[in-house]
């Protein structure tokens, strides 16, 4: 059986820091004691001295493996899974997305099988609706039941994903009778398909050119769209991978007048700015994502509603195409280019660094912010995201001390490259699995498992 001490470890929870032996039988923690509790002479033990003991992260927004076109996939659960464990973090929550005329569930089963050949970490799903039809909506009770209480929606990417207002209005009725929760893809697809046209018009195509056409009020008005139908059906909503100060602030406003609104915002969009598509074309590519990196005002206006609370939780959107699958698609012009960047592997570290270390937040909310908002957030809050008895032993041992830290990339390029890192995942547990030990992937560590999620 497996029962294990991690001793002399300093604790970080939302709440404080603490000196604590922490207890765990089999895949469960069973005991949090003041440090000193664990018996003397415990074979099984590890010495956690010098180290922060953190709960797995959990990034409640990734893409693995997700077909995009023919042949094409963003880069797959094996690889996108060992660089979330090697960076610490031990759950994420996907998106299973239908294909056209597809019913939900089956393309939730294609998401399930695919995971539990492959996925190191523990896995959720969200499920993407990009039909609104009876068939369709009826399906959502059997989704919920089956452990998936949140379903997106896109006003984004006309022609493929977006719901006209009407249909996300229809589908927000329903998600709110079912009590789910409507996650949103706020940008106003129509605008943004009449800035590409314009800017091909005028034979702007360039990596570079590709912010041009998502631009800043495009997410406002499907921002406004959306807290509109909220206010009106009543439908708990989230805005995904929120970037801009102007949606901040109908959020703010929203939500004092009592509408049940959440954020989530993205690494990219509080660290990195539009001044990186002047970078060279690599560096455009790889910050080809939607929504775009935005100025420099608005990650400050980011920054600011992440320290002081106004922003949940902390994703990534982790959609990795490797970047000469980037280049080659540029010939054709940045519409052609697969959109997403990686992040699952770095978001923990990112954020220490840039967060922690630059005295923008606390550790306490980097540990929020990184693994309990996001896990109660989205209905992981009973087994994941927090450090107490009878909570699932995702466990990691970070080192705040250590520095020049590598990231857990693929490739040589990201977003991330060319700067310096601070803080180490030294040691990760998934379920009281040890599948990292001295910043190494175990390669007999064991497939993950599907978690339902409720609220
Ligand atoms: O560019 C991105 N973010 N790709 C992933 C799909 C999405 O919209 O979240
Ligand atoms: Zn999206
Ligand atoms: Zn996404």
Redesign the pocket.
Known sequence: MNDFWIRNATLVSPTGRRNADIRVIDESIAEVADRGNAPAGVDDHVDATGLWLLPGGVDV?T?FG?PLRRGLASRGWLESSTAALLGGTTTVVD?ANPDRDEPIPDAVARWQAAASQECLCDYALHATVSAVDDERLDELAELIEGGIPTFKG?L?YKGRLMLEPEELRLLMTRVHQLKGRLLL?AEDGELNARCEEELRQAGRTEPRHHPLAHPAESEIAATATALDLARATGCPLTI??LSTAGSLALIDAARTDGVDVSAEVCIQHLFRTDAWYERGIDEALNAV??PPLRSDADAEALRTAVADGRLDWLAT?H?EFPLEIKRSAAVDGFPAVP???AGVGERLIVAFTLGVESGLISPERWVDLCCEAPAAAMGLGHCKGRIAPGMDADLVLFDPRASDTHLPVHGTHSLWTGSEWQGAVRHVWVRGHQVVESGQLDPEAPTGRFIRRFF
Do not use: E, L
Request: aromatic share 12%.
């Open positions: 927004h893409h997700m998106f896109f984004a893809h995904v991978h994502m939607s959107d959609c959109n997403g960047a």
